[in-house]
């Protein structure tokens, strides 16, 4: 983009401050701005302006009822495995994991994936999700092609952390990493910000930016081309999921479902995570700051709680309804921040109050769109427990713990006893489940 063409599209779109210190720049400086207009869409400036407009509307959830949620045992468990594995033996499943947040909780600096939680060895979260991935490949015999989003600002480490890891055993043409978008921040009168005199401020436009994302790649065409039907999407946090989970898997498959969900029972009743609520014959889901309290507390009978469960963002998603979803645009988030800008006189201003809107989108949010939609109940302490802060909940001390005391469930059902206090750690690719290790007959040191 040279600077008339930019200054066009600036001026169309009443965004040609943008353009007001190019005299004061200095020609590597010019053509790094002109690079970055060259990347904005005018069609999304339009859109952002729309939402701004807009405003943040909060939906009406007071009609949300619970949904039908699956408990799956004995012959229904059974039936859904045999499905999930068929699916994995015919090789139409592959693992899809956004990966593209900032951590700004965790206050790790790279990508969270890298950031170490082996209790022994230290190994980053990449390697027990790349691990888990490879020991369902050596099980069903077929690959399960790993789809890695993330953002501008760790990809390069991202790919780093796995070429220096040989992929953690997996092939490189199997793992597939792709960008997502980044959206400009916008003043209140739908002014792009500036955060200095050559750069325009740009932030990540969230895990929904996925399907943009995964359409622009063409990991959406690669996904087709290898013959994938179930995309078993998780979050970079969690190192227990269960990924391609074959009851999961199988549960989607038999529901001819567009977008399954595993759910767990809350942990308290005003517990930060999403909701899903039927609302008629569809589903959305209700975010914690939208519930009152009185959904947040109500009762069933029996004294247990009528909006029980909440995700995890663990989903199976059918690839066609991705490729469907990925044709329209998805609705913007507004969040209201304090972000540095540079004034009408060049200097950098760093503000004490919210001063201007960061767009993002959420994936959940085609969960309305899907024609058919599964819910599947799980065990928290089993799939579920996230590196999200530094300290106390959802941290890294907290994740140790429960990894160990899943494995030393799965030793104890092989009948393998532990002394009190001793730390193990197991590498997915040795085991992924209990079975795993009573069919390994070990006991205690002889590995
Ligand atoms: P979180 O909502 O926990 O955000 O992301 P985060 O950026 O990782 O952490 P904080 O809020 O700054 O502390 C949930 C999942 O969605 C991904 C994250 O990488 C994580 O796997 N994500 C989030 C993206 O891929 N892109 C985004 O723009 C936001």
Redesign the pocket.
């Known amino acids: 983009m040279n600077y008339t063409s930019a200054e066009k599209m600036l001026k169309k779109c009443s965004q040609e401050h943008v353009l007001a210190y190019w005299k004061k720049l200095g020609k590597k400086s010019q053509e790094a701005l002109l690079a970055q207009i060259g990347k904005i869409e005018p069609e999304s400036l339009a859109y952002c302006r729309a939402a701004l407009e807009k405003g943040s509307e909060v939906p009406d959830s007071s009609k949300g009822k619970a949904p039908k949620v699956a408990v799956l045992k004995g012959k229904k468990l059974v039936e859904a495995v045999l499905a999930g594995e068929k699916e994995l033996k015919a090789g139409r499943v592959a693992a899809l994991l ?9 206050g790790y600096d790279g990508p ?1 994936g890298c950031y170490s939680i082996g209790p022994l060895t230290d190994a980053p979260l990449f390697y027990f999700h790349a691990r888990k991935i490879l020991a369902r490949q050596i099980r069903y015999g077929k690959t399960i092609p790993f789809y890695i ?1 993330t ?1 501008e600002a760790n990809n390069a480490a991202t790919v780093k952390c796995f070429e220096e890891n040989g992929y953690f055993g997996l092939d490189k043409k199997d793992v597939f990493f792709f960008t ?1 978008g980044m959206w400009p921040g916008m003043t209140k009168d739908g002014k792009i910000l500036m955060d200095a005199k050559d750069h325009i401020f740009m932030s ?4 929904g ?1 996925l399907l943009a994302a995964l359409k622009k790649s063409g990991a959406l065409a690669d996904m087709k081309k290898r013959g994938i039907k179930s995309v078993f999407f998780f ?3 969690n190192p227990l999921v269960e990924i391609a989970d074959p009851a999961f898997v199988g549960y989607h498959v038999l529901n001819k479902s567009e977008y399954s969900l595993k759910l767990c029972a809350k942990r308290d009743p005003k517990e930060k995570v999403g909701v899903p609520m039927q609302f008629g014959k569809s589903f959305r889901m209700v975010e914690y700051t939208e519930m009152t309290d009185e959904q947040c507390n109500r009762k069933n009978k029996d004294g247990s709680l009528y909006f029980l469960y909440g995700s995890p ?1 663990i989903h199976v998603f059918d690839r066609a309804f991705l490729e469907r979803e990925a044709a329209v645009p998805m609705p913007l988030h507004l969040a209201f921040k304090k972000i540095p800008f540079v004034d009408a006189k060049g200097r950098l201003v760093k503000p004490l109050e919210p001063n201007a809107y960061k767009f ?1 989108k959420f994936i959940f949010d085609i969960l309305p769109k899907a024609r058919t939609a599964a819910f599947l109940a799980f065990n928290q302490k089993d799939e579920f427990s996230p590196v ?1 802060n530094a300290e106390g909940g959802d941290s890294p001390a907290t994740c140790k713990a429960d990894m160990q005391a899943k494995w030393r469930k799965w030793l104890g059902e092989a009948g393998v006893m532990l002394p009190e206090g001793m730390q193990i750690e197991i590498d997915p690719a040795y085991a992924i489940d209990a079975a795993d290790i009573k069919a390994k007959g070990i006991c205690l040191g002889a590995e």
């Not at 956004?98 to 965790?106: E, K």
């Not at 990540?204 to 895990?207: T, V």
């Open positions: 956004v990966a593209g947040g900032q951590g700004s909780r965790l969270k989003m953002s997502q990540p436009d969230g895990h930016g979050q970079v946090d963002a993002e999200k």
